[in-house]
C-alpha cells in the first residue's frame, strides 16, 4: 500500500504478508532505491503482533507499507538485521516492547530497559521492574594490553545521561558501545491514553530542543487521521518556527565544536548567537524553545506586521555577524587541522547504517525531507539541499553552516510574503480505523510519526523515531579507530538526542 | 590573528548588567509568573508548564524561584520568593559554590538553559558559581527530569557521593513535581521524595534568569 507524506489511509488497506514474502519485500525494495524508514509492532487480539514495515523511496517522494503478523504462540521471527543493517535497532526496540525474538539478531539486548507492552514475560528478567543494572553485556576484546572506559550515565557537564563503553588498545578506540534508556519516560504509551492537549506537551517534550519538529508531526499526524485541512498561514508560521529552531541549534552546535576544538573566541560568539534566535522563538510563542505554538488545527500564536518587519531587520544583522563568524572559525587553521579527517563515514557506511540528517548529508547521502517529501511551506518554497564530501567533522560542522545560511535566506525570503487569513481551524473527530504517518525535517533530520486508530477513532499505537534513533549507531562507528581523546568533538558534530531516543 | 581582534571590537560587551543594574524586562508574550486574579483559585506553579492552552494569564515577571515547595502554591497577592541559606551555609558557599548537574529523564530543555548561564550574556561564574564534573568537588546538585525509574540509583548514588554540607536544587517543572510525567509508571512525583530540596525553579523549561534569579536568592545576593 503506497501513502504520501502527512497521508491517511484505512488501516484495513495495509497488507498482510506472510512471513518469507514480508521479509522478501523488505529486501528487494531496500536493495532498489527503498530505505527502512519505519519497523514496528503493533498490538493485535490474543496477544498477537502486527510488524509494519515503511519503505521510503526519496526520489519518488512516497511510501510502501505493509506488514506481516507475528503470533502469540510462536513470539519470533527471523531477524532482517544479518541481511539489513538499518534494522539492528528497529528489531531490538520490537524485542523489547513486544517480547519477541528476532532469531538470528548478531547482537539483541535491550534498548531502553522496561517492560513489554503485551504483559507477558520480558525476554531479559527484571528490565521493567529495576534501574538499568551496571552489568550490561557489551562487546569484547581481549588483549594484554586492551583496556575498558566507561562513561556515564551521569556525565561530567550538564549533559542528558547514557553509558559510553570505550574499548581501548592505548589511546586508540577499538569498538565503542552506547547504552541509552536512562532517559526513558514510556511516552509512546502515554499519547493513547491522554488528551490532545496533554498530548501536545508531550509531544514537546520528547526532545526540548526539537519542541517545534516534534509537536508539529504529531498535530500533522492528527490532522491527516480527521482530515482537517489547517490554514496556509499557520503551515506558514510553522515552517519559520521551525527553520529558528534549526538555526538556533546549528549556532549551537557549531559553538560546541569551536569550544572543543579550544578555540575560544567562536564559541563564545556563537553561544550568544544561539541565543538571539531562541530569543526570537520567544518573542514568537512565548518560549525560547517554542513550547506553546503548535496545536492540532493550527498554530496558537499569530505575527503581525511589525513583528514580522522586526525579525527581518534583526535577521539580516545575524546573518551578518554569522557571516563574521563562521569566517572566523573555517579559515582558522588549528581548528581545521581538528576537524579535518576525524571520525569519517563513508557514504557507503552511512547508507548502510540508515544515517539521516546532517550526519547523513554530510556523507553525501541526499536525503532531506523538506526536499523529498516536501509538505506545507516547503512545496511551495524550495530550500537547496547542503552536502559534505568527507563525512568528516569538518563535513558535519559545515553542512551545518550551509544549512544555518540557507535558512537564514529562506526566512528573509517568506517572512515578507506568508499567507493571510486564520491561523486555527479547530480540528474534526479522528476517522476510525486510519493510519497516518508525517516526517518533518528536524535540526537533527527525520523525525517521523505514525498514528493509528481503533474502531471508535482513538490513538490505538502512536510511534515516534527520532533522527537520533538512527544516527547513535553512526557515532560509535566513526569512533573505530579514533583517538580517545577526539570523542568529545566527534561526539559534539552528531550532537544527538538522549530522550528523543529513549522516548 | 588580527581578525580575531577585530572580531572581538565588533561583538563588544554583551553581559547583562543584571542584577547589579536593571532586570531584562522580557516580551510580551513570555509566559512568567501567572496571575491569580480569584483570591479563592489557587494554581500550583510547581505543576504549571506555563503552556497557553490552560485558562490562566501569565504575567512577563521571571522571578518563581522558592525555597519550600509549598510556596510554589499561588492564592491571592502574597508574593513568596526564595530565601537566603542560613548564615553557616552562607559563610560556606556565599562565594564559591559548585554544582554537579544530573540530568534524571529530561527533555534537555531544562539542560539546555542551564547551559546557557555560562554563556557570556549571563556568565554565571562572576558569582563564583560553577558546574563541575565530580560530584567529589561539588557542593551541591542541580537536578533536571522526572528522575525516571532508570536514573534513580545514579541520581541518589551522586547525591551520597557528595560532601556534607551540601544544597539541592531542582530545575523545571518535572524536577519539582513530575510535571508532565507525573502519571507515567517510568517517573516519580518529584525531586524532594526522594531527597531534601533546597530551591525550586519552577517552569517548562524555566527562563536562564529564573534559574539565576533563584541562585543569588539562595545565595543572599538578591534580597528585593
Not at chain 2, 545514579?154 to 536544587?169: D, G, N, R
Amino acid at each position: 500500500m503506497r501513502i504520501f507524506n502527512g497521508g491517511h489511509i484505512d488501516f484495513i488497506n495495509v497488507p498482510v504478508l506472510p512471513e518469507e514474502e514480508f521479509r522478501r519485500t523488505v529486501m528487494d525494495l531496500c536493495q532498489n532505491d527503498g530505505r527502512l524508514v519505519n519497523f514496528f509492532g503493533l498490538l493485535e487480539g490474543e496477544g498477537n503482533v502486527r510488524l509494519m514495515a515503511i519503505i521510503g523511496f526519496d526520489e519518488d517522494a512516497i511510501f510502501e507499507i505493509f506488514s506481516m503478523i507475528v503470533t502469540a504462540v510462536h513470539p519470533e521471527f527471523p531477524s532482517l538485521t544479518p541481511e539489513l543493517l538499518q534494522a539492528h535497532n528497529f528489531e531490538r526496540e520490537i524485542a523489547e516492547q513486544f517480547a519477541i525474538v528476532p532469531c538470528g539478531h548478531p547482537w539483541l539486548k535491550p534498548l531502553r530497559y522496561h517492560a513489554n507492552y503485551r504483559g507477558v514475560a520480558d525476554l531479559w528478567q527484571d528490565i521493567g521492574s529495576r534501574p538499568i543494572p551496571g552489568t550490561y553485556p557489551f562487546f569484547s576484546v581481549a588483549g594484554e594490553e586492551v583496556h575498558e572506559v566507561g562513561v556515564g550515565p551521569v556525565h561530567a557537564g550538564i549533559i542528558e545521561p547514557g553509558h559510553f563503553r570505550f574499548v581501548c588498545h592505548g589511546e586508540e578506540i577499538l569498538h565503542l558501545e552506547i547504552q541509552l534508556g536512562y532517559q526513558h519516560r514510556g511516552i509512546e504509551p502515554m499519547m493513547t491514553k491522554n488528551n490532545l492537549d496533554q498530548c501536545s506537551l508531550l509531544s514537546e517534550a520528547i526532545a526540548g530542543d526539537t519542541s517545534i519538529g516534534h509537536s508539529m508531526a504529531y498535530c500533522e499526524v492528527m490532522e491527516a487521521l480527521s482530515g482537517t485541512a489547517i490554514p496556509p498561514r499557520s503551515q506558514a508560521i510553522r515552517g519559520v518556527a521551525l527553520e529558528l529552531e534549526r538555526l538556533a541549534n546549528h549556532v549551537g552546535d557549531l559553538g560546541a565544536l569551536s569550544l572543543d576544538a579550544g578555540f575560544l573566541p567562536a564559541s563564545a560568539y556563537c553561544g550568544r548567537m544561539r541565543g538571539d534566535y531562541l530569543n526570537l522563538l520567544l518573542a514568537l510563542t512565548g518560549n525560547r524553545f517554542g513550547k506553546g505554538l503548535c496545536r492540532p488545527g493550527g498554530v496558537l500564536f499569530d505575527m503581525d506586521e511589525d513583528m514580522i518587519k522586526d525579525f527581518c531587520r534583526k535577521l539580516t544583522i545575524y546573518k551578518k555577524e554569522f557571516e563574521s563568524v563562521s569566517d572566523l572559525l573555517f579559515t582558522r587553521p588549528s581548528v581545521l587541522a581538528r576537524f579535518e579527517g576525524l571520525g569519517v563515514i563513508t557514504s557507503d557506511e552511512a547508507k548502510k547504517y540508515g544515517l539521516v540528517g546532517p550526519a547523513g548529508r554530510a556523507s553525501q547521502l541526499e536525503r532531506d525531507v523538506r526536499i523529498d517529501y516536501a509538505t506545507g511551506l516547503w512545496q511551495f518554497n524550495h530550500i537547496p539541499i547542503s552536502l559534505g564530501a568527507t563525512g568528516d567533522v569538518f563535513a558535519r560542522a559545515w553542512v551545518r553552516r550551509q544549512e544555518v545560511m540557507r535558512s537564514l535566506e529562506f526566512l528573509l525570503k517568506i517572512l515578507p510574503t506568508l499567507p493571510h487569513g486564520n491561523i486555527f481551524t479547530p480540528l474534526a473527530p479522528l476517522k476510525a480505523d486510519g493510519l497516518a504517518i508525517v516526517l518533518v525535517e528536524g535540526w537533527r533530520g527525520e523525525i517521523m510519526h505514525v498514528g493509528i486508530t481503533d474502531h471508535q477513532g482513538q490513538l490505538r499505537r502512536y510511534k515516534i523515531k527520532d533522527p537520533s534513533f538512527h544516527n547513535w549507531f553512526g557515532l560509535a562507528q566513526c569512533m573505530r579507530n579514533q583517538e580517545i581523546s577526539d570523542f568529545p568533538l566527534c561526539n559534539k558534530s552528531f550532537n544527538l538526542s538522549y530522550c528523543g531516543h529513549d522516548l | 590573528m588580527l581578525k580575531i581582534i577585530l572580531n572581538r571590537f565588533k561583538q563588544g560587551m554583551k553581559t547583562i548588567a543584571y542584577p547589579k543594574g536593571k532586570a531584562p524586562v522580557l516580551s510580551l508574550r513570555y509566559r512568567g509568573r501567572p496571575v491569580v486574579a480569584d483570591s479563592s483559585l489557587a494554581v500550583d506553579l510547581g505543576k504549571t508548564t506555563c503552556s497557553p492552552d490552560n485558562k490562566v494569564s501569565y504575567s512577563n515577571d521571571f522571578r518563581m524561584a522558592v525555597s519550600k515547595r509549598e510556596d510554589l502554591i499561588l492564592q491571592g497577592q502574597e508574593k513568596k520568593l526564595a530565601q537566603a541559606l542560613n548564615k553557616e551555609m552562607l559563610r560556606i558557599f556565599g562565594r564559591s559554590l559548585k554544582l554537579r548537574q544530573v540530568s534524571a529523564g529530561g527533555c534537555n530543555a531544562c539542560e539546555l538553559d542551564l547551559n546557557v548561564l555560562n554563556t557570556v550574556v549571563f556568565d554565571l561564574s562572576r558569582f563564583g558559581i560553577q558546574f563541575v564534573a565530580s560530584p567529589r568537588h561539588a557542593d551541591g546538585m542541580v537536578v533536571t527530569g522526572p528522575i525516571t525509574r532508570n536514573m534513580r540509583e545514579a541520581l541518589i548514588k551522586t547525591y551520597e557521593a557528595i560532601p556534607e554540607p551540601k544544597i539541592v536544587i531542582a530545575v523545571g517543572a518535572c524536577a519539582v513535581s513530575g510535571g508532565i510525567f507525573a502519571e507515567s509508571p517510568e517517573s516519580s512525583h518529584g525531586l524532594d521524595a526522594i531527597i531534601p530540596v533546597n530551591l525550586y525553579v519552577p517552569g517548562c523549561p524555566p527562563h536562564p534568569l529564573t534559574i539565576l534569579d533563584g541562585l543569588l536568592r539562595l545565595l543572599g545576593k538578591i534580597t528585593a
